[in-house]
């Protein structure tokens, strides 16, 4: 399978154009590039695909990175995204339609099962990411709306499971419910881990079962991350207080650690110059922030605290909504971030 994914990679990369116009025609071309807003064809310019190049290796053809999420990957991934396919059975087809290659049958070999991957390893995590699919249109965009989080801004690291299996704590047998996945990575945009926030199967709240939420792979200083963290960074727990954050201030970096005790180990790239921390109204997120705010002060980093009104960023915008938050935030955030990001 890697072979033949390897192999159509490069036939479509030699006509990496006609892919882009195709697939996504809401980018245009600019010199060597293909930009668009990201690979689920969303208008914009903060993807940019490489037209021309080698077959393989740095600055090959058909490979794309994201700026505003830190994304990439190749032409294959596009198909993925911009069809809403979740299989690579469905993606390699849907490229040979493309190239009008022949279907081609995978041959089983004499022991077709797969190598089984610990539960709860980053390489689960990473699989369970694969199987998922973009958030557009599931019950994950209504859960988020039901929470006052609209529009979305950049919100490439979440993605919707129809079947995400859910353990129950008392050792009952494993159901199949609607999930968010987050996906977790590190300062180099690799996955990590995953968090899958369990949902109700119209979308409108959170599932209900004891733990909803759970975390899986290596989480230890990663995040789940709205946008690429350059001089600026906003970092605080939950996803969707970091959410909420990122509705009033959408042009600002925003990582979410999830938990407290995450949040203050969270580490950050050395091109950070400016932080700030959105701490929960809680003894736990005030220590939390407190930690964090040391490190970064040690390690040359200005820390700006941001301090919602009630236990955190998404009550506040729930409690009063978007024109609020920005009121109270505006005056908490460095001025000259004011004009930049507010």
Known sequence: MARDAAELSRRLARDAEAVCR?????GRRQGQYWTVGDARNTPGRSMFVR???PEAGPGAAGHWTDAATAEHGDLLDVIRESCGLTSFGDV???ARR???LPRVDLVPTINPAPARTAMGSPEAARRLIAM???IRGTPVETYLASRCIMPIHGAGALRYHPSCYYRPDDGGPAERRPAMIASVTDLQGRITGAHRTWLAPDGSAKAAVPTPRRAMGNLLGHAVRFGAAEDVLAVGEGIETMLSLRAALPGMPMAAALSAS????LRLSPSVRRLY???DVDAAGTKAAATQAELATSAGIEVLTLSPRHGDFNDDLTAHGLDDLRAAIRPQI???DVDRFL
């Open 132 to 134: 998922a699919q973009p």
């Open 262 to 265: 995450h949040l203050a180990a």
């Open 92 to 94: 390699a087809e849907e």
């Open 51 to 53: 037209l021309k190049g």
């Open 98 to 100: 493309f190239l009008s």
């Open 334 to 336: 460095a001025p000259e």
């Open 22 to 26: 195709h697939y996504l025609p809401n």
């Open 277 to 279: 921390i959105a701490r």
